[in-house]
């Protein structure tokens, strides 16, 4: 298959693993940000290939991780009303709320549909105009452009019957709590990469000088991944921090203007809470004024919903990367991907779920 | 690969009088028996269900034991590339009568049909079984039909039961899989539950992906013919190569390696499995099957698959070890391994 293959070489991933291992002379630890990468890692067991020395963290960059458990009980909510369409991409639909995740909603009667893009909710809010189509907006930098685009577009065809539940978030900020947190252990960040796709790379270059800390945009398939650890590790032997692309098939300097014009349109960047982590500010984006309409939270009266967290998982150490999911004492006995205690064993993009499904340890 | 139906517009119901199903057409009286005298029974070339009689009586052959299974297929879309319900549900139960080293003789139809269903669909479901089970050699021998309210059944739901005749020298039950077995996919894996999700989602790709839908009984029969020692046998339905290997692989108490660089898929799946975020290994067939023997037979074994299907490539993919960390064990390119392990649930397509 082209363009996958070439970057899962195996003769190219073993040079490459040599190469980190003949420029690494003390210990290193590194935070790939983006669940994605950190599947790729555990999948291809490239933690098993590079030297001892080097740690790597795995990161907050999982949509599904970070939603906090009260947008996951609205979106319960609102998903049990008779009078609702709601609509989700798949990796939501197992996360556990207070009480109950969506499939199970979905079981007991309510209307639960797996959407491939928000575009498929706004045709779907054209074709039932009896009903009202909410869409669970959750997600990085990475899924906000095509969100905003179907808020357009229900404007455009003068639809009252779509909305957003939303819980986006952003990364710079991410790991700017990290960068201040008192446990922080992150010597060097692989970026994500299809975050920058969207936004560019521009907005890491005030951390990399504030924190003095090198960060590489990084892609996800193995042969991206070591190439984002040597260039780090490199950085870090030499005594530099920069701001480097290693992922520059895709991502420019600037990222995607048209992307970044809709997403401007449509959203404000505000304070978000992240599940496990708490309320970070500018964290986030919610509906500007313009199209405030279209927040389901305020179309709908959520005042009700009560949650309640599982004080037994650890997701939010999990995340910042102070713990291993293995280090959990649930992990595989009480926490599994059947009946899971957080967000991270059950999202393909948990760094928990990686660790279940690949090593088992 | 498999023939085209042959569709000709001669359906033996007067398609005017009901062009679609009804809910007399289940209610025992005689429109009922109308639909089974005129469209299924001589649709399907039923043998002693002809007799019309409560239960089908068939004799066995000494010096053979009875094989019986079940299965139910609720497949949406009805049709797809590569196959429909009709031709799914005879070769299901055939190819688990396979598995058990049987050879498929006899099969039971229980048709759950929705109102409202086109009496020309029906009628070409009806035409697809008739071909499969010609090419299966089984006979449909006993019945059923019931009729559901529109709004409670996907237009048609089929359960079959199959019988099958097990020789007295033949035991392919997993208890039989010892350390050393090498492990042999029949094909390529992945194609039914992709084309299924393409067409479902109205994803189009390049090249139509079409299912692998087929009859496996005459794959099993050639290795025994040629006096392979099969060990065990295993269809890769639902949860794919990875369930199937999983469930082996627990009932023995045993380890099972595999190559991941052996593993056949074919570049198209793999490239809808990239862009859905599906493993490919999770992915159910519905034409393939795993095979443990001495490893001493595997290459012979394979080249009598490949002569049978060359289109289909099977493969050698790994072997049977006494430990290891996890019931199956990838090991990838790069020299590194991870677990295959059961999947849970079902897999759900990615955020992003």
Redesign the interface.
Known sequence: ?RY?DEY?D?DK??QL?AAIKKITTREHRLMEVCG?QTHSI?????D??IPDQIELIHGPGC??CVTPMEILDQAIALAARADVIFCS??????VPGSEKDL?SVKAEGGDVR?V?SPLDAVKLAKLHPDKQIVFLA???E??APANALSVIQAEQLGLENYSLLISHVLVPPAIEALMTSSDCRVQGFLSAG?VCAVMGYEEYRPIVEKYKVPIVVTGFE?LDILQGIYLCVKQLEEGRAELENQYTRVVSEAGNRPAQEIIKKVFTVSARKWRGIGEIPNSGFGLSETYSQFDAAKRFDLSAVRTKEDNECISGLIMQGIKKPHECPAFGIRC???KPLGAPMVS??GACSAY?????? | MKEEINFTPSCPFPFEQYPTIVMAHGGGGRLMKRLLDEMVIPTLNAGAISEMHDAAVIGCPSGHRIAMTTDSFVVNPLQFPGGDIGCLSIYGTVNDLAMAGARPAYLSLGLIIEEGLEMKTLWRFLESMRNAAEECGVRIVTGDTKVVDRGKGDGLYVNTAGLGFVPENIDVRPHRIQIGDAVLVSGDLGRHGIAIMAQR?G?SFDTTIESDCATLHKHVQALLDENIDIHCLRDLTRGGLSSALNELATATDLCIDLDE?TIPVA?EV??AC?LL?LDPLYVACEGRFAAFMPAAQAEQAKQILQTLSPMIQPQIIGKVAAEG??PVILH????????L?ML??EQ?????
């Open positions: 298959m996958i899962r195996a991933v073993k693993a994605g555990v999948k291809y067991g490239l098993q290939i949509p599904v991409f798949g990796d939501m639909l197992r499939l797996i491939y959750v997600g990085f990475t899924t299809h193995p599994t991907p059947e393909s993009e279940y499904r690949y090593r088992k340890s | 989602e994803l660089t570049g793999r490239a990239e975020g960390v996890a990838n390119a790069f020299g590194g391994q991870r677990v392990d849970s649930g759900l397509p990615r955020i992003c």
